[in-house]
C-alpha cells in the first residue's frame, strides 16, 4: 500500500503538532542559547566546520522531502521521549560542569530528537531517522582526529616520495629533500577533506540507495577514499614543489591545488555511486499503522513538560556554578631547597598552549648545572565555560613538535606523570606533566574531568590546573630525566602543597 492511498489524519491535528514540535525546539534553544551561540561561533570562525551552515537547510529539504510519507502518519505521544529528553539534559549538565563544550553541542541534536519523538511519536521517527541522524554533521566535532591523521599524511607521502627514488629525511611532521623543507602542518591533515566527504557520502548513500549494505558500503569508502586520497595530495604536492625547484604548490597554490584534488576524487566517488544507483520507484512503501492521533491537550502537556526539563538544567548549572565560585585560590610556587636555587625568571621560551586558564604562573629553579622550569595552567571553579582538557590545548605550543608519544613515568609513590619529548629545530626538551583537580593529581584526561564532576556535584570543587615540569637536554636524555626526577624529589610535595594551600609555608605567591 503506499503513501496516497492512506487515510491522513485531519488537518488540525497534523498543524498543531508539528507547530507545537517547531516551536518547542525554538524555545529549548532560547534556553541553551549559550551553547547554540558556541556553536554558530564556530561555524563563522572555522573553514573546517563551516559545512555546518548548510546542515541545518539540508536537513529542512530532507523533511519535507518526506511530506507525502508524513502527511498520513498520525500524531502519537512518546513517554520515551520524555526519558531521552532527561538523559540529553543530564549529558548537558555533566558536561557543562566538566568543561566539555562537544558533548553540549551534541545534546542540542539530542534535544531534536526527543522532541520529536515525544510530540510526534516512533512512527514519525522511523520516517524521519536519517534527517535526524544527519543532523549530527551540524556538530563541530574531529579536532580529535587531526594528529593521527597527520601521521598517516606524514607516513604515505614520504613512503611515496622515497619511492620515487628522491633521498628523504624525517624528524617529526618535518622532512627535507635535497630542493627544501617541508611540514606536515595541521591544514595537511586532511579533515576538512574528511569531514566534507562523510557528510557528502553519507547524504549520496542515502539519497541513491535503499539497501542497507549499499549505503553501509559507500559511506564507509567515503571514509577511506578521502584519507588515501589525502595522502596522494600531499605526495604530489611536495612532487611538484621539488620538481619545480620549490616554484610550484607553495603558498596559496597549496591550498588549490588541494581543493581542486580533493573535487576530482569526489566526482570521481559519485561517478562510482552512480553506476549502482537504485531508482526512487524501488524505494519501501511505509507500513500502515491505524493508532489513532494522540489527544491534542495530550501533546500540549507534552511539550510543556520537554520545556520544564530543559529550564530547570540550566537553572542547576547556574547554582552549581555559584556554589563553586565561592572558592578560588591563588597560585604559589614553592622557595627552593635541598642545594636548589629560585623560584627565578624563566629563560626558555618554551610555553604550554592553553586557553581560557584563570591563572598562569611559571618559575625556573637551579642546581649547579640543572635547570628546571615548572609552568602552571590553573582553571578555578569560578569559570564553567573554560576547559582544562579538550582537544586544542596543549602542554607544548604549536610551535614544537611532539618527538614521541608521551610515557607515563611514577617519579614519586602515588604520583606518575607523562614525559613527552619535544623538538623546534636544533632545542630539545623532556615534558613532564601531570593533572592536579583538588587535592589529588592524574595522568588522565578522562580521570580528571570526572573527579571535577563529582566533587562539583558534591559542592567541593576549588579547582584544577595542568602542572608541567620542563629540562632542556644539552646531553643526553637520561641526564636530563635525571635532572627532572631530582628536582621532583625535593620540590614535589611541596609545589603540591604551595597549589592547593595558601596558607602552606615555604610558598611565593605568582
Known sequence: MTATQLKAPPARTLLFAWGL???????????????????????????????????????????????????????????????????????????????VQVVQHFTLVAFVWSVVLTLLGAHVFRVLWFPMAFLVFAVPFGEMLIPTLMEITAWFSINAVRLTGIPVYRDGMFFAL????????????????????????????????????????????????????NGIRAYIIVMLAHLSDMRLAVGIDHFIYGWVFFGIVMFILFMIGARFQEPESERPPIRQYYDAPSPLPVIAVAALALIGIGFMVPAAADRIGADAAAEQNPLYMPVAQGG??????????????????????????????????????????????????????????????????????????????????????REELIV????????????????????????????????????ALVASVDSTPEQTEAALQAFADSHLARLRSCLHDQSATDCVRQ
Not at 517547531?22 to 566546520?49: H, M
Not at 531521552?84 to 555533566?94: N, Q
Not at 593533572?435 to 558534591?458: F, I, Q
Open 178 to 229: 635535497p630542493s627544501g623543507d617541508f611540514e606536515i602542518a595541521v591544514a595537511c591533515s586532511g579533515i576538512r577533506y574528511l569531514i566534507a566527504s562523510v557528510a557528502l557520502g553519507t547524504l549520496y548513500a542515502y539519497l541513491s540507495f535503499h539497501t542497507w549494505w549499499k549505503r553501509i558500503a559507500f559511506s564507509l569508502l567515503a571514509i577511506v577514499v578521502p584519507i588515501v586520497a
Open 21 to 99: 514540535a517547531v516551536a518547542s525546539i525554538a524555545v529549548l534553544f532560547l534556553l541553551y542559547r549559550d551553547t547554540l551561540q558556541s556553536v554558530i561561533s564556530i561555524w563563522d570562525s572555522s573553514e573546517t566546520y563551516a559545512h555546518g551552515w548548510i546542515i541545518v537547510p539540508l536537513v529542512a529539504w530532507l523533511i519535507w522531502r518526506e511530506r507525502e510519507r508524513l502527511r498520513v502518519l498520525r500524531p502519537r505521544f512518546n513517554p520515551l521521549g520524555l526519558v531521552a529528553m532527561g538523559v540529553a539534559a543530564l549529558l548537558w549538565l555533566a558536561a557543562d560542569i566538566v568543561g
Open 340 to 425: 636548589w636555587s629560585g623560584p627565578l625568571p624563566v629563560a626558555t621560551d618554551y610555553r604550554p598552549s592553553y586557553q581560557g586558564a584563570s591563572t598562569q604562573a611559571m618559575a625556573s629553579y637551579e642546581n649547579g648545572r640543572n635547570r628546571v622550569s615548572v609552568f602552571v595552567e590553573y582553571f578555578d571553579a569560578a569559570d564553567a565555560e573554560a576547559e582544562l582538557i579538550n582537544d586544542l590545548n596543549r602542554v607544548y605550543g604549536n610551535d614544537w613538535i611532539r618527538e614521541d608519544i608521551g610515557v607515563r613515568v611514577q617519579v614519586a609513590p602515588g604520583h606518575r606523570v607523562i614525559a613527552t619529548p619535544v623538538r623546534r629545530g
Open 432 to 467: 613532564w606533566h601531570w593533572y592536579e583537580v583538588n587535592a589529588g593529581n592524574t595522568v588522565s584526561g578522562t580521570r580528571a574531568k570526572l573527579v571535577k564532576l563529582r566533587d562539583t556535584l558534591l559542592g567541593r570543587f576549588r579547582g584544577a590546573a595542568m602542572v
